[in-house]
């Protein structure tokens, strides 16, 4: 799935490339095929190095530099730039470890690409990490955790106040064929953009059966793909590119849409401000994953351990702009727990109505077994019918 992010840092510096109808997020075991890969049992000495594929901005010499004097291992970069050039890069043997949205997570544990966690050698991994960010179905399966949990994001509903007179309540605005935007709505270009249709579709049509958007039979992607092509009749445009879709709301082209709540704070316009609607979101959720083949796996470990504190994790998702994963950064001081506020870091009844990017297989993510749900692949072919 296409996933672009970028630290917003960066974001501001070069202009690069870089959201359930009231229903609990998906989270609990998931139980499904996936290769019998071993997990590590105990910790050895340090490799000397460590090739990580991350987002931009989850990776900085400010907290690089002192995991390497106390490790010595000395940190290799490779920024990407979506989901699936980190599944193409960590199926090449040459990385170590990922910072995988759940989009990316599920097809490497599906693929044998990484390997389940020993989480009594990461003892950061505490208390202190938000409980919606454990046992997400993306990383636990069959019983084993493969990811820990760095920092998650909600796709909410932006919109031009000064048009919108208000926040929109529901995201028929940018779905149905009546919109009063029509031609002034932005979609993320992505297949699993698929899945907001169906989040859409689980409030307003029940009858079709979606319980999870990521689960889709044949007669429900097809219901989706339907709705997402009505969609593409009052499209003013389909957005990958952060700094272009702020780029449009700030000149008018666009009125509503679908946002990261940390875009609007780099448009400088007042009157740009987001919303959770009544069916609820998609969302990212970012996890940290150690390759099977990994000749570093002790300094894997060490840097997952090392990053799951509260001020090192905090660190990167403030450097991003996301909610962290170890809620004790809040309490740190007035700063953090502001940033913790504004991106719902404690709110847990927030991240309820939020599903998080889940790779779609054929195996039912949501538990049945009578029929055989559409597969990524099905997606990426679905959302090409879309776009025409």
Wanted: with cysteine; proline share 5%; aromatic share 10%.
């Amino acid at each position: 799935m296409k996933r672009s992010k970028l630290a917003l840092p960066v974001l501001l510096a070069a202009s690069a490339l870089v959201l359930s109808g009231c229903a609990t997020a998906p989270s609990g075991e998931l139980t499904i095929t996936v290769p019998d890969v071993p997990m590590k049992t105990e910790l050895g000495a340090f490799e000397g190095e460590l090739n990580i594929v991350n987002w931009s901005g989850f990776v900085d010499p400010k907290w690089v530099d002192p995991f390497t004097a106390e490790t010595g291992c000395v940190v290799n970069s490779r920024v990407a730039g979506t989901s699936d050039e980190m599944v193409t890069l960590m199926r090449t043997g040459e990385y170590d470890i990922v910072s995988a949205s759940g989009d990316a997570a599920l097809r490497l544990i599906v693929g044998g690409d990484v390997a389940p966690l020993n989480m009594e050698l990461i003892p950061n991994f505490s208390d202190e990490i938000a409980e919606g960010m454990k046992g997400q179905i993306y990383d636990v399966v069959n019983g084993k955790p493969y990811g820990v949990p760095i920092g998650r994001g909600a796709n909410l509903l932006q919109y031009n106040e000064d048009v919108t007179g208000g926040a929109p309540e529901s995201w028929d605005v940018v779905w149905e064929a009546d919109s009063p935007y029509a031609g002034k709505i932005t979609a993320y270009d992505a297949p699993i953009y698929i899945a907001d249709a169906a989040v859409y579709l689980m409030y307003h049509n029940p009858e079709l059966g979606i319980t999870n958007p990521y689960a889709l039979d044949e007669a429900q992607l097809a219901a989706a793909v339907e709705l997402l092509k009505q969609q593409n009749g009052i499209i003013g445009e389909y957005w990958s590119d952060p700094v272009a879709q702020i780029t449009s709301f700030v000149g008018g082209n666009t009125v509503v849409g679908t946002s990261w709540e940390i875009l609007k704070k780099f448009a400088a316009s007042e009157n740009l401000k987001t919303t959770l609607p009544i069916e609820g979101s998609t969302g990212w959720y970012d996890t940290w994953l150690v390759s099977t083949t990994s000749p570093n796996s002790n300094c894997a470990y060490a840097w997952i351990d090392y990053t799951s504190q509260a001020s090192v994790n905090g660190a990167i998702a403030m450097n991003f702009g996301m909610a962290p994963a170890n809620i004790a950064f809040c309490a740190t001081d007035a700063e953090t727990q502001a940033h913790c506020d504004e991106f719902a870091a404690e709110d847990e009844a927030f991240w309820d109505k939020v599903w998080p990017w889940t790779t779609p297989i054929e195996e039912c993510v949501d538990g049945r077994t009578e029929v055989m749900c559409t597969s990524f692949q099905d997606w990426t072919n679905a959302w090409v019918t879309v776009k025409g």
